[in-house]
């Protein structure tokens, strides 16, 4: 009696037939190969996204210190090693063992691929808060906090600043920029958009 209702069991669930097989396996294969891309660039722009973040920090943190230690400290993004660095006050000199030093290449990010500007096709034009990019000279940007958090130029002016990185490979979906506002030494960041086609805070 058992043995005849298993055959009747098993009669009514033969399974899958090897084509229905072959079918349900090339259509999970064309799904995987379709998002696999997406997948990977989506990964890398989380991963820039983290440098981003590690941008403004770093310019917060060497504010706070002008502050806190009521000294002069800089900021400077040095292109070439595509590395934060914050001196001055008790870091000592620029280079000194003292140094604060990040790596932006240590986020899962090429070296190769983090680019300092805009891509292109991206407008040029200030941002909303009224900075613009500040341009590399030795291929380093400096950035002074004075101990009242604010930047000045050797003038005593109030001197505004912008740091504007893209990812190489995917230029405007990764492109951002943090700005500072030299009077109060307030830090913003800007992601770009392209549906305005600008970036947005």
Known sequence: MLAVNE????AKNKGFSLPELLIVLLVGAIILVLALPQLISSRRLMKFSAMQKQ??????EARQEAMSQRKAITYCYDDRGKQLIIYGGDFGAFGDAKN???????????AADIKYGRPGGVPTSALNDTTNMTALARRLVEITFQPDGSVIDASNNPQNNALFFYHNKYKKDAAFAVSILGAGGRIKVWRYSKGVNAYVE
């Open 55 to 60: 941008v403004s920090a770093s310019l917060i």
């Open 100 to 110: 604060k030093v990040h790596n932006l290449d240590g986020f899962g990010v090429d």
């Open 7 to 10: 055959q009747k069991f098993l």
